[in-house]
């Protein structure tokens, strides 16, 4: 049966709308990503609409420490996540355990697993929580980079590459080595492999004031990690709907106080992933998530503001 002109008329406004959504975050792809929120599992249907949205990359975190001990277990885990994603295109980066901090037997044996699982399910990146340490143990600081030379080199031999992120305190709490972007970068460089590099997280950068560091340390970035929030609220700064403590918020891109227009030019012409984090109760629609990003993540063009 023939289509009614109004029908027809939709069809053609849904596939203009379309096009311009696929026109809107043509410029960040293949680089934009979307993280699966921890206690997710990445279903078929659930990637192939991450795909669908217009993202290239997704995130998913591995099994907590004891787990990836457990060397058969592990792939067994691996394996059946490289099955799912086999169904799509995306890229896989894997998010480690945010309490896996190298530097003593039980750790090491656990990132050891992390490599395996890596390796077997054939991620891009590892993300890894370094340094998060209080300032002052450099004892402690000095194992974690004892045991990261010895596990960077097993990560270049399989073909993987580490991400060290910069961190920020979810609540205010005493800062540590991981808060300040240039400690992690530095130890990037120390490290001196091309199995490591740096994991900038521009939303907690923004919580410690880090926001400037970004541009001296673009070269060692591998990754960005994307979010928003209301910096270190020192004010009190509030806003409806989220929590009136909580710093580390991971709200979408330009729901918080975030300076875009000075990082998107940096972001722009770089071409490391852009990972964005976003808690799933703050996240909008797919869709619409990934036109927002494209939006704040394109420079301004002079001139277009006057």
């Known amino acids: ?89 995306l890229q896989l980066i894997l998010h480690a355990p945010d309490d896996l901090t190298a530097g003593a037997p039980k750790q090491d044996r656990a990132f050891e697993g992390l490599l395996d699982y890596a390796a077997e399910a054939r991620a891009e990146l590892i993300v890894v929580h370094a340094l998060n340490i209080p300032l002052g143990d450099r004892d402690r600081a000095a194992a974690e980079e004892q045991s990261l030379h010895r596990l960077t080199a097993r990560a270049r031999a399989l073909d993987l590459t580490l991400a060290l992120e910069n961190l920020a305190p979810v609540y205010p709490a005493s800062p540590r080595i991981c808060h300040d972007p240039l400690a992690v970068r530095d130890l990037v460089r120390r490290l001196g492999s091309p199995a490591a590099g740096m994991l900038f997280d521009i939303g907690h950068a923004h919580i410690t004031g880090k926001v400037d560091t970004l541009k001296r340390c673009a070269g060692d970035i591998v990754l960005f990690h994307v979010h928003d929030n209301l910096g270190a609220r020192l004010n009190g700064l509030e806003a409806p709907g989220v929590d009136p403590l909580r710093l580390d918020l991971h709200l979408a891109p330009g729901a918080g106080s975030l300076p875009w227009h000075r990082v998107a030019p940096l972001l722009e012409h770089h071409e490391a992933p852009l990972m964005l984090e976003i808690e799933p109760s703050h996240r909008p629609g797919l869709v619409t998530l990934a036109e927002l990003a494209a939006d704040l993540l394109r420079p301004v063009p002079v001139g277009a503001a006057a």
Do not use: Y
């Open 1 to 89: 049966m023939p289509r009614s002109p109004s029908t027809r008329k939709a069809s053609s406004r849904n596939r203009h709308r379309k096009s311009l959504h696929m026109g809107n975050i043509r410029v960040m792809n293949p680089r934009l990503g979307l993280n699966l929120h921890r206690n997710h599992w990445p279903t078929a249907h659930a990637l192939k609409a991450h795909e669908a949205a217009g993202f290239a990359w997704v995130q998913v975190h591995t099994p907590p420490s004891p787990m990836l001990c457990g060397r058969e277990r592990t792939r067994l885990h691996a394996r059946a996540l490289r099955r799912v994603l086999d169904t799509t295109g």
